[in-house]
């Protein structure tokens, strides 16, 4: 195996910025949006304690984000300008920050996922155009993000909270992905769902 061929670089065989798990839970009354602290540059960790998960808007909607972070940033900016321009409507600002990072030259270029949750619904973007509702509330993206909800669907008809089915799916992925650690940080807020 070549550099180029190995997965922490990228075709130029440059080291590129690896993973992260952002998911989501939606259970008993509240919804929680958890995200690991990890930043890792090919196999180095770079940091331990990144904040990938935070309120957008008034405050009444959570975001976090996997891929690259100025990107990221550069996509909860555009998000909390579509919020401002349809309050209380998580899902029409999602659907036109969609419509505008797949038609958007800037945009399109942008290498990030995000999951953003209100009250009432919880959202997955991505810069295909997809604005995907998880049919189970329970969604997880980023390197760790399978394993994190694998684990949260288990667990989500036992007797926990949304908030414990978070952390031990966060656990649970940290155990397996290289690029997710135990640093994990959670808002949530009261459901309606």
Known sequence: MTQSDHPSFGRDGIPTWHGTTILTVRKGGEVVVAGDGQVSLGPTIIKANARKVRRLGKGDVIGGFAGATADAFTLFERLEAKLEQYPGQLMRAAVEL????????????????????????????????????????????????????????????????????????????????????????????????
């Open 98 to 193: 969609a419509k505008d990072w797949r038609t958007d030259r800037y945009l399109r270029r942008l290498e990030a996922m995000m999951i953003v949750a209100d009250s009432t619904t919880t959202l997955v973007l991505t810069g295909t155009g997809d604005v995907l509702e998880p049919a189970d509330h329970i969604m997880g993206i980023g390197s760790g993000g399978n394993f994190a909800l694998a684990a949260a669907r288990a667990l989500a008809d036992q007797p926990l909270t949304a908030e414990e089915i978070a952390r031990r799916s966060m656990t649970i992925a940290a155990e397996i992905c290289v690029y997710t650690n135990e640093n994990v940080l959670i808002e949530k807020m009261a459901s309606t769902r």
